[in-house]
């Protein structure tokens, strides 16, 4: 950018830093982090290689700072930290069920699947073979290992549905 250019854009970033940082603090509700996004936008601005003439360089700095904090934004909630008690299950007020009682509900379960999904569903997550493996074992392919593991589990989940803690507490063990 030309001298002129960037003597404007420091003038325009001195005069309005604050509105800037109450634009992206609407947004992401943390002042440093508002400050981080307004910064950043500048120093892309007065790096920039190829210089373009803006007609109105606040609406530009305005939209550019709003869409970099909501990019912060989106970016934020895809790693959120999950809190403590949303891990907990609640358990059932009733005594726990016996250890045999639930592998026979899992294990009823597993013999109701239908004959390929049973037979790779107990290759691949009982005896923990790997789906290159369980494909070569049947004389199938590896996509058809795949396919029949999620219709494998598509069942199991509809048929254990009310039984999901027996399922947890099996797995635990």
């Not at 912060?72 to 891990?87: A, G, H, S």
């Not at 026979?104 to 290759?123: A, D, M, R, T």
Request: hydrophobic share 40%; aromatic share 10%; net charge positive.
């Amino acid at each position: 950018m030309k001298l002129q250019k960037q003597s404007e854009i420091e003038q325009l970033f001195n005069k309005n830093y604050r509105f800037y940082c109450l634009l992206s603090y609407s947004y992401v509700s943390q002042w440093d982090i508002a400050e981080d996004i307004v910064q950043d936008v500048f120093v892309k601005v007065l790096t920039k290689k190829n210089s373009t003439i803006l007609l109105n360089i606040h609406a530009y700095l305005s939209m550019a700072i709003k869409n970099n904090s909501i990019k912060y934004i989106t970016r934020t909630k895809k790693v959120e930290t999950l809190d403590e008690n949303c891990l907990s299950i609640p358990l059932p007020e009733e005594p726990l069920i016996e250890e045999s009682y639930r592998t026979s509900i899992l294990q009823e379960s597993i013999n109701n699947l239908p004959l390929g999904c049973k037979s790779v569903f107990e290759l691949c997550a009982l005896d923990g073979h790997k789906y290159i493996t369980a494909a070569d074992h049947l004389g199938i392919s590896v996509n058809t290992v795949k396919t029949q593991m999620k219709k494998a589990y598509k069942i199991l989940r509809r048929d254990l549905k009310n039984y999901y803690l027996v399922v947890l507490l099996f797995l635990e063990n």
